[in-house]
C-alpha cells in the first residue's frame, strides 16, 4: 500500500475486464530514443507499466520503427526522419501531438519532454478506460511550470506537513535519490518541467563543494523526467559562505565570487533552470542593505546564469516587517509589493521573472489578485501558488484549491482599459508578448508515503500542473480525472470526492474567515487553529482592524491606505466603493460596522456567525458522506482519511465556537440565528 501511496494518480490499477475488452490498443511501443537518460525512454517504460498495469498486457519496448501497428513516442523531428508521416501542425516547447485515430497511436513531442508528456496523457485516459478515438495537438500555457520546496538543509521543511525532506539530511544531499526520481514522475505526469529545491529562506551551505556534487546527482535523478532543478540563494552568501567582507551586489568582489560559484554549478548541473531568491524580506538580506535596487540584487544573478541559459525567479514578496505600525491607519503591508516594485519595471534583465504571490498578503483563504501582474509590463512574471495549505488546514483539512486559485487566474485586471486575465492573457506572456512567464507552486512533499501527509491532498498537486498547463480547464473535471486515476472508477466514489473536495474551500472559508477578512488563523506562530486575536497588533501586518464597532482594512485611496488605487484604474473603482465591491472581499478593501448590511441582505456580524455555522455543518457532512465508501476504497486510504474529515469535523466546531464567540464579545451583538 505505501508504493500504491507513492504512485498517487499513477497507480495504473487493473481496470474491469469488461472495459479492457473495449481497448483495443496496438501491440508493441517503439521510443524513438535508445539512451537510458532520456525523455523518451522513459516515456516508452512508463508505457509499458501503464499498460501492463492497468490493461494487463505486456508489451515490448522496441527503439526503432516497426512496420506493424504500435505506439509510437518521439519527437516530432525524429519521427519524420524515419519516415513516419504525421498529421501533426507546429507544435511549441513542450507541446505534443496525440494521434489514437490510425493503425499506429502517434505520440509525438516538440522536443523530448513533450513526448513523454504526450505519453502520460495517453496512459492517463487509458487508465480512465477512455479509449475514444482522438487526434490533437497541445502547447502548454506558459513555459514556466515550476514547483518550490521550502526545505531546509537540516532536512527540516519550512511549513512542510509531511515529514522530512526527500532531498537533504545532516546538511547535506541525500544519498539516496529513489525518491526524487519517483516525485519528478508525478511532476512530469502533470507537465511540469523545473523544481526549486531549497528553502527560499535559504542556507548558504548548499554551496559547498560537496552540496553541488549532491546537486548534481538530484539534477541526474529528475532529468529523465524533463525536470530541471534549480536552488534558492541566500542573498549574504558571498561574505557569510565566502569570507568577503560584503555583499553589496555592485562590489567586484561580489559579481566575481557569484559568477565563480555559478560557474562550478553548472560543471555539476549543466542544464541547471537557474536561481529563485528572496531578498529583503522577512529577515533576509538583500541588495537594499547596501541602497542598491532589488533590481541590481537580481541582474547580478541573472549575468551570471545568462551564458547558460538560466533563468532568476526573483520574488515579489518583499515587505519591511519592522517599519509596520497598526496605529498607522494608512500603514499597509498589501501595498508592499507594488511599492517595491512599480518603478522598477524595465530595469530587469530578460532573463528575470518577478515570482508574484496570487495574493498582496500571504495565501490567505481568499484574497484579491495581485495588482503587481498590472505593473510588470516590461518584465516577465510569474505566479505563486501554494499546494502547501499552510493557511488552509495544513492538509489535516480537505480544502480542494483550485477554485481559490480559478478566483485569481480567471480574474480580469483590465490593464490600461484591455481584456487582461491573469492566467489567459497575463501569465501566458500574450497580454506584454513575453516568451518567459508561468507558474511556481509551493509543494513542500516529505517522506511520507503520500507525499503531502494525506490522500485527498494530492489533488492540489494534480490540479497544479493541470492548470498550470492550461489556467482555462474545468476545476471539475481535472479532479475527476485526479479520482478515476487514484481510486478507480467508481460512480459513486467519483461522486462523493467530487461534493466532498468542491464544498471544501467554501466550507473552510465559511468557519475561518470570511468576506475577505483573512484566515483568522495564528499569526504570530503555526498559522494553524483559530486565532483571531492574533490577527491585529502583529508586526506581521496581517491586520482586520477589528474594534467593538466595526472591522476591516480600509485600503481605499480617499480614505485608507491607498491599496485599491494599485489596480488598473476600471478595477480600482470598483473596488474603491463598497457598493461595487464583492461581499466576499468587503473587508478586504473596506473598514465597516458589524451592522453593515451586505449585498446578501445580511449584516456583517450575522454573515459571521452564519457562515461559520454553516461550514461546521457542512464539514460534519464529510466523514458521513465519506462512510457511505466503505469497501469501494481499500481499507487503508479509506481508514486514514475517515480519521482525517472526522478530525476536520471536530476542529470545524472548535473555528466555529472560537471565532464566534470572539466577535460575539468584540462587538456585543448576539447571534440571532444561529441557534
Ligand atoms: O507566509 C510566509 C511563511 C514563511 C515563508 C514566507 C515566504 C518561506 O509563513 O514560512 O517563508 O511566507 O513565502 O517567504
Given at each position: ?222 532529468r529523465p523526467w524533463g525536470v530541471r532543478v534549480g536552488i534558492s540563494l541566500n542573498f549574504a552568501s558571498p561574505q557569510t559562505l565566502g569570507g568577503l567582507p560584503t555583499f553589496d551586489p555592485l562590489d567586484k568582489s561580489v559579481v566575481a565570487w557569484w559568477h565563480d560559484q ?279 501586518g496581517q491586520w482586520t482592524r477589528a474594534d467593538s464597532d466595526s472591522i476591516g482594512m480600509d485600503r481605499t485611496v480617499w480614505n485608507g491606505t491607498g491599496f485599491s488605487g494599485q489596480y488598473p484604474s476600471e478595477v480600482a473603482a470598483r473596488f474603491e466603493s463598497i457598493e ?96
Amino acid at each position: 500500500a505505501a508504493e500504491d501511496g507513492l504512485n498517487a494518480w499513477l497507480r495504473y490499477a487493473r481496470l474491469p475486464d469488461n472495459i479492457i475488452r473495449q481497448a483495443g490498443i496496438p501491440s508493441s511501443i517503439v521510443a524513438l530514443n535508445s539512451t537510458e537518460t532520456s525523455p523518451v525512454f522513459v516515456a516508452g517504460l512508463e508505457l509499458q507499466r501503464g499498460i501492463k498495469g492497468a490493461l494487463g498486457t505486456n508489451l515490448d519496448v522496441a527503439h526503432k520503427s516497426n512496420k506493424g501497428s504500435s505506439i509510437v513516442v518521439g519527437t516530432v523531428d525524429a519521427f519524420t526522419a524515419t519516415g513516419g508521416k504525421t498529421g501533426a501542425p507546429e507544435l511549441e516547447e513542450d507541446g505534443f501531438w496525440l494521434d489514437t485515430t490510425g493503425k499506429t497511436v502517434q505520440i509525438l513531442g516538440q522536443n523530448e519532454r513533450g513526448a513523454l508528456y504526450g505519453a502520460f496523457e495517453y496512459l492517463s485516459m487509458l487508465a480512465q478506460g477512455n479509449f475514444t478515438k482522438v487526434a490533437y495537438a497541445t502547447n502548454p500555457s506558459a513555459s514556466i511550470r515550476w514547483v518550490n520546496q521550502w526545505d531546509n538543509m537540516d532536512g527540516t521543511i519550512e511549513r512542510g506537513y509531511a515529514g522530512l525532506s526527500i532531498f537533504f539530511k545532516n546538511n547535506t544531499t541525500v544519498a539516496n535519490t529513489t525518491r526524487v526520481a519517483e516525485y519528478a514522475r508525478l511532476l512530469a505526469s502533470i507537465g511540469i518541467n523545473g523544481i526549486v529545491v531549497n528553502n527560499v529562506n535559504a542556507n548558504p551551505i548548499l554551496l559547498s563543494d560537496e552540496n553541488m556534487a549532491g546537486l548534481g546527482k538530484i539534477a541526474d535523478a529528475m532529468r529523465p523526467w524533463g525536470v530541471r532543478v534549480g536552488i534558492s540563494l541566500n542573498f549574504a552568501s558571498p561574505q557569510t559562505l565566502g569570507g568577503l567582507p560584503t555583499f553589496d551586489p555592485l562590489d567586484k568582489s561580489v559579481v566575481a565570487w557569484w559568477h565563480d560559484q555559478t560557474d562550478k554549478l553548472y560543471k555539476h548541473v549543466p542544464d541547471m533552470a537557474g536561481y529563485l531568491v528572496k531578498a529583503n524580506s522577512e529577515g533576509q538580506p538583500g541588495p537594499i542593505t547596501y541602497n542598491r535596487t532589488l533590481a541590481d540584487g537580481a541582474n547580478l544573478f541573472a549575468k551570471a546564469v545568462k551564458p547558460y541559459g538560466g533563468i532568476v525567479m526573483f520574488r515579489a514578496f518583499v515587505y519591511d516587517y519592522q517599519h509596520l505600525n497598526e496605529s498607522n491607519w494608512k500603514d499597509d503591508r498589501a501595498n508592499a509589493a507594488v511599492d517595491h516594485f512599480r518603478d522598477l519595471d524595465g530595469e530587469f534583465d530578460d532573463n528575470i521573472i518577478v515570482q508574484v504571490k496570487y495574493g498582496p498578503i500571504d495565501f490567505q483563504v481568499r484574497e484579491p489578485a495581485s495588482p503587481l501582474f498590472a505593473h510588470l509590463q516590461q518584465t516577465s512574471s510569474a505566479i505563486e501558488l501554494q499546494v502547501s495549505q499552510e493557511y488552509l488546514g495544513q492538509q489535516c483539512h480537505l480544502v480542494y484549491l483550485a477554485p481559490l486559485w480559478k478566483t485569481i487566474l480567471d480574474f480580469d485586471l483590465r490593464i490600461d482599459g484591455e481584456k487582461s486575465v491573469i492566467g489567459e492573457d497575463v501569465l501566458s506572456g500574450k497580454r506584454f508578448n513575453k516568451k518567459l512567464s508561468g507558474y511556481a507552486a509551493v509543494v513542500n512533499v516529505g517522506q511520507n508515503t503520500t507525499w503531502l501527509g494525506t490522500h485527498l491532498a494530492m489533488s492540489n498537486l494534480y490540479a497544479y500542473g493541470r492548470i498550470a498547463w492550461d489556467p482555462t480547464v474545468d476545476e471539475v473535471a481535472i479532479l475527476q480525472d485526479w479520482t478515476r486515476l487514484t481510486y478507480g472508477l467508481n460512480r459513486k466514489v467519483l461522486d462523493t470526492i467530487t461534493e466532498l473536495s468542491m464544498q471544501s474551500w467554501v466550507a473552510y472559508e465559511n468557519y475561518t474567515g470570511n468576506l475577505g477578512v483573512q484566515t483568522l488563523t495564528d499569526i504570530t506562530y503555526n498559522h494553524y487553529g483559530p486565532n483571531p486575536q492574533s490577527m491585529d497588533n502583529n508586526p506581521w501586518g496581517q491586520w482586520t482592524r477589528a474594534d467593538s464597532d466595526s472591522i476591516g482594512m480600509d485600503r481605499t485611496v480617499w480614505n485608507g491606505t491607498g491599496f485599491s488605487g494599485q489596480y488598473p484604474s476600471e478595477v480600482a473603482a470598483r473596488f474603491e466603493s463598497i457598493e461595487t465591491t464583492p461581499d466576499d472581499l468587503l473587508l478586504w478593501f473596506h473598514h465597516v460596522p458589524y451592522t453593515h448590511v451586505l449585498k446578501s441582505g445580511k449584516t456583517v456580524i450575522q454573515h459571521f456567525y452564519d457562515a461559520h455555522y454553516d461550514g461546521a455543518e457542512t464539514a460534519s457532512s464529510f466523514p458521513r458522506k465519506w462512510t457511505s465508501l466503505k469497501g469501494l476504497v481499500d481499507t487503508q486510504r479509506f481508514e486514514e482519511m475517515l480519521f482525517r474529515l472526522e478530525y476536520q469535523a471536530g476542529h470545524a466546531i472548535v473555528w466555529r465556537d472560537s471565532i464566534v464567540q470572539f466577535y460575539n464579545n468584540v462587538s456585543g451583538i448576539p447571534t440571532a440565528a444561529a441557534a
